[in-house]
């Protein structure tokens, strides 16, 4: 539906270097990254606001990266929302049709059936100012989406919204993206928005995509240390991978374990807190081959979920029940085992 082949723009000192995506149609597209990414650039370029520098954009099979933005029937709807505070809801959402001079009759019902789908129809004739926070989102959703684009690029669409109202807007945004089925490129720093709505994820780092997947997957299995510590992996370490007796293993100077992998030479090492098991004894008789005494360090409880931070050379993080917490009697200070399964080592 919507490819980049070797995109680059240079942006002063900041260079959107050399991003290729394939973006199916119909896909929910979310592009996560730290601020000064590069994740606006990379939207306003594709959007038409620059000429990229070298590379080109596809959209159905068409080369479109020299054309002007409103020939390109893509729809950006802005963070700030960039309403019109002089004009009521009404003629903000009207606004698009009214320059591409659509017959009254149409645009009426256009925006009748768009206001309807964003449920802001009984705002409709007021101003800007009068309006809340998610209600503004919602009009610069509606006058996007009324124009019928063949691509939907949301620039942070949920930021400085309260909590509540960004799992509510994230809820009509999927059900709108379902009813739609509209090719969407997201961006945003946030994890539980990208998890909420993404089919594929890209991350994207000092204007590169480092790596792109379904969300399970980049967040379970990192590609590197970037990407690691930026989706917040708890248990993240760097070592050498050694053979020892025709055994895999990974090494440093605090830690030595088992792990599966291809890898050679010096790697990090990954280990899910929710994959590590607690326990007052070794369980040498088990599947899960790795077992590392430890000292509980921290417990913090939240919610009926409990942290326990513990030291085996350097410091894990395991995710447990406030219910095993109990059956376990665990306190700080004490001695444990740390047993967790080879496979649940992810090498990178």
């Not at 290729?20 to 650039?41: H, M, Q, R, W």
């Not at 969300?215 to 370490?237: D, H, I, R, T, Y």
């Not at 050498?240 to 790697?267: W, Y």
């Amino acid at each position: 539906m919507i490819k980049t082949l070797n995109l680059s723009k240079r942006f002063g000192g900041f260079l959107l270097d050399d991003i290729n995506l394939n973006i199916d149609k119909g896909e929910y597209f979310v592009i996560l990254g730290p601020s000064g990414a590069g994740k606006t650039c990379f939207l306003e370029t594709i959007a038409g606001i620059y000429e990229p520098d070298k590379g080109e954009i596809w959209l159905n099979g068409k080369e479109i990266s020299k054309l002007p933005p409103e020939t390109r029937n893509i729809g950006l709807v802005f963070q700030d929302s960039a309403l019109f505070p002089h004009l009521k809801v009404i003629d903000n959402v009207k606004y698009g049709l009214k320059i591409k001079k659509f017959k009254p009759k149409e645009i009426k019902e256009k925006v009748d059936n768009v206001l309807e789908l964003l449920h802001i129809s009984q705002i409709k004739n007021a101003y800007p100012k009068s309006i809340s926070g998610g209600e503004k989102k919602r009009v610069a959703l509606a006058r996007t989406l009324v124009l019928e684009p063949k691509i939907l690029l949301l620039d942070e669409p949920l930021s400085a919204i309260h909590p509540n109202l960004k799992r509510k807007l994230q809820e009509e945004i999927r059900s709108i993206h379902q009813e739609l089925n509209i090719t969407t490129i997201h961006v945003t720093h946030d994890f539980n928005t990208a998890v909420s709505l993404a089919d594929k994820i890209g991350i994207m780092n000092q204007g590169r995509i480092v790596q792109i997947g379904v969300p399970e997957k980049v967040f379970q299995q990192p590609n590197s240390e970037f990407v690691a510590q930026f989706v917040g992996c708890e248990n993240l370490f760097k070592g050498n991978l050694i053979e020892d007796n025709g055994v895999k293993k990974f090494k440093n100077e605090r830690l030595s374990f088992q792990v599966t992998t291809s890898h050679k030479g010096q790697a990090y090492v990954s280990i899910r807190p929710e994959d590590i098991i607690i326990s007052k004894n070794p369980l040498v008789s088990t599947s899960a081959r790795n077992c590392l005494l430890g000292k509980i360090a921290k417990i913090i409880e939240k919610g009926p979920i409990v942290k326990v931070v513990v030291d085996a050379g350097e410091d894990f993080m395991v995710l447990i029940t406030k219910e095993s917490l109990k059956d376990l009697e665990l306190k700080i200070g004490e001695i444990i085992y740390l047993v967790f399964k080879v496979v649940a080592v992810h090498v990178f």
